[in-house]
């Protein structure tokens, strides 16, 4: 895409890493206003944002890389200079979205989709679901159960995504679980967490969390506790390693109520004669 002196490249930049330096020497023509601290406190998922350095260390540094001839702070006191750009270039995720939406409403604005930036709600929430899945309950049971797996995922640390799993055997939950991460829950939040070096489905068994259905499946395990015959409950369809240890755990039933990104693993369970039944209804969450 090509840029023009009379172009304000307009974003969020937590930390200039590779993928922001490729997008900025795309546009290296224009003009960078980095997103101040009075947009970036509109949204709770760049609050949290654990790598990102106030706008003004962001400032330095892009700066001091010499890619632009000027980069500056974006305010709601400012803003009203982008008017004078006749192309203002975001990237396309959701917050530039919001803020063009909110901000520029009626101002033209082009989003570069091209870089993986970062992760933001529309690369993370893919939830597809097997094509094969036989069942859609929305039994007052499976509610219930499902409902108990739910709690369970509440009890997570993860940020990203909270799990939750529940082993029903004749009739009665015996066992719940939730992704936890190794060896303490903080342990993401003090060194940060391998998943995050991969793109979305890629090496999904990097990560320092031990998923719900593993963790579950571990501790019938550890309590000499037979899971041949048990039904199982999970908030998400399992991702593929997972849904590999179900397959072989014996168990009969998979119930879930949303999907995942990846659902590979449907193949395994369905050879093992596991049925796949998902929960409809909104009372299960």
Same mark, same amino acid.
């Given at each position: ?64 890389? *010499? ?103 004749? *009739? ?66 399992? =991702?593929?390693? =997972?849904?590999?240890? =179900?397959?072989?755990? *014996? ?35």
């Amino acid at each position: 895409m090509n840029s023009h002196p009379d172009t304000a490249l307009v974003a969020y930049v937590p930390s200039p890493h590779r993928g922001y330096l490729e997008f900025f020497r795309a546009h290296k023509r224009s003009i960078l206003y980095l997103f101040g601290q009075s947009f970036i406190d509109e949204f709770s998922s760049l609050t949290r944002n654990l790598p990102g350095d106030a706008p003004e260390e962001v400032q330095t540094m892009v700066t001091a890389l *010499g890619i632009f001839a000027e980069v500056r702070i974006l305010t709601k006191g400012n803003i009203a200079e982008l008017s004078q750009f006749a192309n203002i270039v975001m990237p396309d995720e959701d917050v530039a979205h919001k803020v063009a939406g909110t901000y520029l409403s009626g101002v033209p604005v082009v989003f570069d989709g091209s870089w993986r930036l970062r992760w933001h709600w529309d690369a993370s929430v893919k939830k597809e679901r097997p094509v094969d899945e036989t069942t859609v309950s929305s039994a007052a049971f499976d509610r219930k159960i499902m409902q108990k797996a739910y709690a369970a995922a509440e009890m997570s640390s993860d940020w990203w995504r909270q799990a939750g799993a529940v082993l029903v055997k004749d *009739g009665e939950p015996v066992l719940a679980a939730y992704n936890r991460h190794q060896p303490s829950e903080q342990t993401p939040y003090l060194y940060g967490d391998p998943r995050s070096n991969f793109e979305a489905g890629k090496n999904i068994e990097v990560s320092s969390a031990l998923h719900a259905e593993i963790g579950l499946l571990t501790e019938a395990a550890r309590r000499g506790m037979a899971t041949e015959g048990a039904d199982l409950y999970v908030t998400t369809f399992p =991702c593929p390693p =997972c849904a590999y240890a =179900c397959a072989n755990s *014996g168990i009969k039933r998979l119930f879930y109520t949303e999907g995942y990104s990846l659902v590979e693993g449907s193949n395994a369970l369905r050879a093992r004669g596991v049925e796949l039944i998902r929960i409809e209804s909104e009372d299960a969450k």
